[in-house]
Structure formats: C-alpha cells, structure tokens
C-alpha cells in the first residue's frame, strides 16, 4: 500500500466544480424518480354585485343571466351562489378563531423576525377547536381593520382610532365579525373575529395616538437636494435608508398577504379595511411583493380597502409654515409644485393599487372615515359568487381582466377588476426569482425537490475567531439539461444564524455548469463551497438551490457547532475527507485553510468513495506543547477498522515545527488510496499525541468504499 504525507503552506478560493460522482450519492438512489403531481383546474371565484338604475341590490338572478368574459373570452360558469346578510342576525355565533398563529407565519417571512424585538407568541393549539367552516359564517360580514402604525404620525393614528369606535359604537350591526390588527415592524393581532363591541372597543382601546411611529416625509422641493447632499458625504447611508424604505413597505404588504392567506378557507368574501398614510415609495418599487399581496386576496376573496388616515391635504406651493422657503427656478416655473402633487400621488399609488385590483375602494382626501365603513357594510350585504374554469391555462403570471355582465337592460355590475395568473419558472423575472429564494430561506418548511446536502468545518484563525468553510454538493443526476450547447446554471443562496436565530453569514452565487451530453449532469455530481468567518458557538447553516431549466428548488439545513479550544486539551481542528484537490487561480490572500499553495483540497459530503480514487484526510492542531522553548513533538497516524477489526494502521509521522505562525498551527494531511480497501464501511480513526504536553486526541470518521 502506497501511502503519501503531503504538506503545504495557505491560500484560498472560492469554489464552483461539477466532479465525479463516484463520490456522490449511491447509484441506486440516484435512479429512483420523483412523483409529480399536477392539477390542470383553475378555478376563478367572482363576487359580484348587481344594481339597478336606483342603487338597489338586483336578487333572482341565475347564472344564465350572467356573461362573464377573461381577456375578452367567454368562460363557463361552473358554479353559482347568492349570498346575503341579515342585519339581525342571531346570537349563535359571537366569536370565530381565524386568525391564529398569523403573527408567526408573517415572523417566518421577513428577515426582521429575529431583530423585531417583541416576544414572541406561541403559535395556538392546532387541536384545540376545530377550524371554523363557510357553512357556520353564513349570513356574517368578517371585517378585519388593520392599523399600519409603521406609515402613520400620532394625530394620523388618532383619527383612525376615533373614526373606528364611531363604527362600533353606532354602526356595527349583529351582522358584523369585527377582527382588529396592527402592523408595525411586524404583525399584531390585537383581536380575533367577534361580534362582541365590547371586546373590539378593547382592542381599539390599546391604541393611542403616541403608536404612530412614522417620521414626516422631506418635502418634494428639496428631497432632491437632500439626496444629492447625503450621496456626496455618506452613499452608503443613502443606500441603506433607501433599503430599510422599500423593506417597510414589504413587510405592510406581507401582513396583508398573510392575513388573506389565513382568511382563504372561508368561500364568502371578506374585507380588510387598511388604514394607513401611504407608502412613500411608488408602487412599481414594490411590484413583487405588490402582486404577491393582491394574488392572495384575490384567491382569497379578500377586497382591500385602503384609507388614508392623512385625511384632505392642501398642497401649498412651496410647502407649509413648517419649512423653510424654497430657492431656484423651481419655485417660479411651477416645477416645485409639480414634484409636490407627485409626491402625494405616488404615497398613495400602492393604497390605490390594492382597492383596485382586490375589489375595494380607496378612500383618499376625504376627512369623513365613516364613509369607507358604509361602504364596506353595504358591499358585503349582498351579492352573487361566480365560479369558473380558465380556459387560459398558460402560467405565465400576468394579470387577467375579468368583464362581468348581465344580460339585462339598465343593470350595474360591480366586480373585481381581474386577478394575476400562476407562473411556472420560465415566465419569472429576474426579481420573482430572487424572491422565491428569500422565501424559501426563511419558510419554515422549505421545498426539497432538489436534492442537496450541506457540510460545515472549522479552522482556527484566532484565539476567538474561525474560519468555517461551508459545502455544497447536488447531484448531477438531479439537474436537467435543456440542450448539449447552453450552459446549466444553479443559483445558490445560503445563510449562517445564531442561537438567536440572527443571520451572521450569507453568500450568494449563480453557478454556470457545462451541459454534458445526456438529458442530465449524470455521472457528475455539482460542489460549491463558500466560508464564513465565526466565534466559538453554536450555529446553523441553511442552503437553498435551484436549477433554472425546470426552476426545482432544493433546500437544507444543519447545525454548526464551533467549540472552544481554550477549554480543550488537545486543540485539534474539523478532520477533512476528499477525494480531489484541484488548481485554483484565485489571487491574494485567503482564510480557507483547504486552499494551499494554488490547490484546492475539495470535501468528500456523502463519505462515499470509488476504489479508483484516492483519499485525502487533511487537519490541524494547534498550539503543540513547547516546554522551555524546545521544540514541539506532535505523532500522528491514521488507523482503519471495519467493525472491530483493524485492518491497517499507517506509519506514525512526527512534527517537530509549528507549520503556520500567526496561526500556531501544524498541518496534517495523508494521501491513502482506496484501491487498497474492498468494498464495505469502514471507520478511520486519527491518532494525535503531543508528547511534549503528554496529550492525546482520537478523533473518528466513518466512509464507504463502492
């Protein structure tokens, strides 16, 4: 048996390589497919109001009174209903539990979860109440008000609040399943579904003008200005304010997103009244989660109705008392004004955006809120819930206009304006995708349809700091190729966090692969490594990855565990099993300890070796015992057993210098080739002795041979 030590001084890369699979994942797993399950129905509800020429809700109307058209097209009705309220209804039903466990659902979406800074809830007993059916909500409005205290001053919060207890106090009918919630840097339900106005005007109770948390917006004639002054002195200021902005937004629109979702079960239609004081950022800033937050209440049956809690506002040329007086041409040609009724224009797009497109109305420049929750009570009186199948079946995510119509003289119908079709992978922007992958990385179950697997290490730099490089592997035989002349890419995206759950790492890489021959990368297997630097500490790393031929999504996830060799007798680092080493090219300096020299030690994940290959076991121990300034005396040797049996045991090797100063680090690493092993499992144990300090370490390893 031929056996080679190796020893080499550090360099670093980061890595994307498509190696043999001989390495990978056993064969007969490989050839397993994976069942698909596809569904060709999609089925379209539409509530729909029918007035005559006096405003009066048109009953007895039956389906073939109705033509509904998507994109111009006829389309069948499938299925019919006529649902009405009564303002007297009885006392049967006062409460209905819908909306638990929202608040960690929308927690498990944004990245601000961890950092929101409010206790977290314990999400509600699945098993204690059975969920509330369309049948028992029959003949009831569900109104949930949402109050976004994120966008709202504190008199702003003021008027919601007064205008919201006039409602209860003198409008909320028997009828009415009222649900209260807040949004601000994340979603508080202060109040399930009741029909109790006691337990409402509670709710509201809680709320006080001091809950607005938003600061004014600068002026349009010198926001400019103001932006041009700070990229001069701080760019990097600018960009993170501009982020944190656009993040606002994004979690006012999941909220919205997850209370639909919760609402989706009950077939009648359902109102969000959205009291807010706009978004300052345009709605076309917003487009992903925008549509995201519409598509939910759609599906749903959910119509949003935005009011502006700023009530009627005057634009004054040059702005009010509170400002100081403009300058330049801007305040004489018009133009200061023009950027004035922009900028209210665009606070308010996105507001407009979700009334339009969820069947809601947006209340803007009125003073009188009580407007919008007759409006909301009258809409949800009575109405008609059409059903039918799209004959549309393209999944390209583009919105489709609906046009309902009855077929009878001086009828008024009311209805959604249309609704956003699935899309399949191959019609997503470049903005849907990077999305996808942020869901994923923060659901708490996360699509594995792309096999993955994931492994971390860890190499002392420092007394208090490690350098853990982070693996990735995918089977070849798992990545489709859509032709033999374009490239195969996989995006990756993959975090570290805490025991607090905060993020302390993340890379993000698109990797470009040849196609090979076949359908598929079979008989290669895809590797991808990226380092993150830590503390000692427990850890975990997830990993998201997507091919984008078919856009499947795999996903994993492991915990990091970096100790403190302070504590520890003998110092030794993660041992390494590879089966390559590989050129590297990278310049200048780098932490990853596997990089040597311009040659990249690649880590064998799956522990599954070919008897064509050879393995490489690479480690490190750190600080070796120097007793009066002699020199250290590290032993080392590598022992195979298969089951209790040793089947060999290398020579022992002696260190007697310290390989890496700064680091205090000596490095091992052992050449064995596998042809010398017969197929089966077997365990490597590595003996460490530092005879100076009188210490011994023995660490193990388990690794087949096909």
């Known amino acids: 048996m031929r056996l080679t030590l190796i020893r080499y001084v550090a360099a670093a890369t980061i890595l994307a390589t498509v190696a043999a699979l001989t390495s990978g994942l056993p064969s007969a797993q490989q050839a397993q497919p994976r069942p698909v399950f596809r569904s060709g129905l999609n089925v379209v509800s539409v509530d729909v109001i029918v007035r005559d020429k006096s405003g009066a809700v048109v009953r007895g109307l039956t389906p073939a009174d109705f033509e509904v058209r998507e994109d111009g097209r006829p389309q069948e009705v499938s299925s019919f209903g006529f649902e009405e309220v009564s ?163 994004d979690v006012r629109l999941r909220a919205l997103k997850t209370l639909a979702e919760a609402l989706s079960s009950i077939e009648q239609k359902k109102a969000i009244l959205y009291f807010s004081a706009g978004m300052q950022r345009s709605g076309q800033d917003n487009q992903v989660e925008l549509r995201s937050a519409i598509n939910a209440a759609v599906r749903a049956n959910v119509a949003i109705y935005p009011i502006d809690t700023r009530g009627l506002q005057a634009v004054v040329p040059g702005g009010d008392a509170r400002q100081a007086s403009g300058r330049g041409q801007a305040l004489f040609s018009g133009r200061g004004v023009q950027q004035q009724f922009a900028q209210l224009a665009s606070s308010q797009d996105t507001l407009t955006s979700l009334a339009a497109d969820t069947g809601g109305r947006a209340f803007t420049d009125s003073n009188d809120f009580g407007e919008a929750f007759a409006r909301v009570q009258r809409d949800m009186s009575a109405y008609y819930l059409l059903g039918y199948s799209s004959t549309n079946a393209a999944k390209d995510g583009r919105f489709r206009r609906i046009q309902v119509r009855v077929k009878r003289d001086g009828m008024r119908v009311e209805a959604r304006a249309g609704y956003y079709a699935d899309r399949d992978f191959t019609h997503t922007s470049r903005n849907d995708r990077e999305a996808q992958l942020e869901e994923q990385m923060f659901a708490a179950v996360s699509a594995t349809d792309l096999p993955v697997m994931v492994t971390g290490a860890w190499f002392r730099l420092a007394a208090d700091k490690y350098y853990v490089p982070v693996a990735l592997t995918v089977p070849g035989s798992a990545v489709p190729v859509a032709n033999d002349k374009d490239l195969v890419s996989l995006d990756v995206l993959g975090m570290v966090r805490d025991e607090r759950n905060f993020p302390v790492g993340r890379f993000r890489e698109t990797l470009k692969l040849p196609p090979g021959t076949g359908k598929t990368l079979a008989g290669k297997q895809v590797l991808y490594q990226s380092g993150v630097t830590l503390p000692p500490g427990r850890f975990s790393v997830k990993v998201v990855v997507r091919e984008n031929t078919t856009g499947m999504v795999g996903s994993f996830e492991a915990p990091i565990v970096v100790p403190e060799l302070k504590q520890a007798a003998m110092k030794v680092s993660s041992v390494v099993l590879s089966t390559q080493l590989q050129t590297v090219t990278t310049k200048g300096k780098t932490h990853n300890p596997l990089v040597r020299d311009g040659v990249q030690l690649l880590p064998n994940l799956t522990h599954v070796v070919g008897k064509d290959q050879k393995l490489f076991f690479y480690y490190e121990v750190y600080d070796p015992g120097q007793a009066n300034g002699s020199s250290p005396q590290l032993r080392t040797s590598l022992a195979f057993y298969r089951g209790k049996i040793k089947i060999f045991e290398t020579p022992v090797v002696e260190r007697t210098a310290v390989d890496v100063p700064d680091r205090h680090a000596a490095l091992f690493q052992f050449e064995v080739p596998a042809s010398s092993f017969t197929p089966g499992l077997y365990t490597c144990q590595i003996n460490i002795i530092d005879a100076v300090a009188g210490k011994f370490d023995f660490p193990r390893m388990l690794f087949v041979v096909r």
């Not at 927690?107 to 059975?130: C, I, M, Q």
């Not at 008027?159 to 840097?185: C, F, I, N, Q």
């Open 87 to 249: 303002e007297k209804a009885g006392p049967a039903l006062q409460s209905a539990d819908l909306l638990a466990g929202v608040e960690d659902r929308l927690a498990e979406d944004t990245r601000r979860a961890a950092t929101a800074g409010a206790t977290k809830k314990e999400p509600a007993d699945a098993a204690a109440a059975a969920p509330m059916t369309s049948d028992q909500l029959a003949g009831r409005r569900l109104i949930t008000l949402v109050f976004d205290i994120s966008s709202m001053q504190p008199e702003d919060v003021q008027r919601a609040v007064d205008a919201a207890r006039k409602y209860v106090d003198e409008h909320m009918s028997p009828a009415d399943l009222v649900a209260v919630a807040t949004v601000g840097s994340t979603l508080s339900v202060l109040t399930d579904f009741t029909a109790d106005r006691a337990k409402v005007a509670g709710a509201l109770e809680t709320l006080a003008y001091t809950d607005g948390t938003a600061t004014e917006a600068p002026a349009a004639s010198t926001a400019a200005t103001d932006e041009t002054a700070a990229a001069a002195t701080d760019e990097t200021a600018v960009a993170d304010a501009a982020e944190l902005d656009m993040f606002n937004n």
